[in-house]
């Protein structure tokens, strides 16, 4: 069974750092893409960033484009987000999710082509 756990979520003060980390079981780690969202209060779910297979192709939104870095490490079956420069609109709750097809990078913005997600861990950044 394909499961996801994020953890590393905190309340934070505009301008600090947090990472958040995914522990990643039951599929061959390595031949998916990776990808992270986020959900605040009221609104959608949304692209934050996402990672190849391999860790060669990184991909950001615009949001959060020289904040944030994506990285995973396939020995270990792990994703990560660091996330600098916090800012008070980055509240919300964050979710890594895996690709449904391996080798895939299409469409990896949007959320139809994830299935399997972690549970959410918060992140709360204060003004």
């Known amino acids: 069974q394909v499961q996801l756990v994020e953890s590393g979520g905190d309340l934070v003060q505009a301008g600090g750092s947090l990472r958040l980390s995914c522990a990643a079981s039951?599929?061959?780690?390595?031949?998916?893409?990776m990808g992270w969202f986020r959900q605040a209060p009221g609104k959608e779910r949304e692209f934050v960033a996402a990672?190849?297979?391999?860790?060669?192709?990184?991909f950001y939104a615009d949001s959060v484009k020289g904040r944030f870095t994506i990285s995973r490490d396939n020995a270990n079956n792990a994703l990560y987000l660091q996330m600098n420069s916090l800012k008070p609109e980055d509240t919300a709750v964050y979710y890594c999710?895996?690709?449904?097809?391996?080798?895939?990078?299409?469409?990896?913005?949007?959320?139809?082509?994830?299935?399997?997600w972690g549970q959410g861990t918060q992140v709360t950044v204060s003004s």
């Open positions: 999710a895996e690709h449904r097809t391996a080798y895939s990078l299409s469409a990896l913005d949007r959320r139809y082509q994830y299935d399997v």
């Open positions: 039951g599929r061959t780690f390595s031949r998916y893409t």
């Open positions: 990672i190849s297979g391999s860790g060669g192709s990184t």
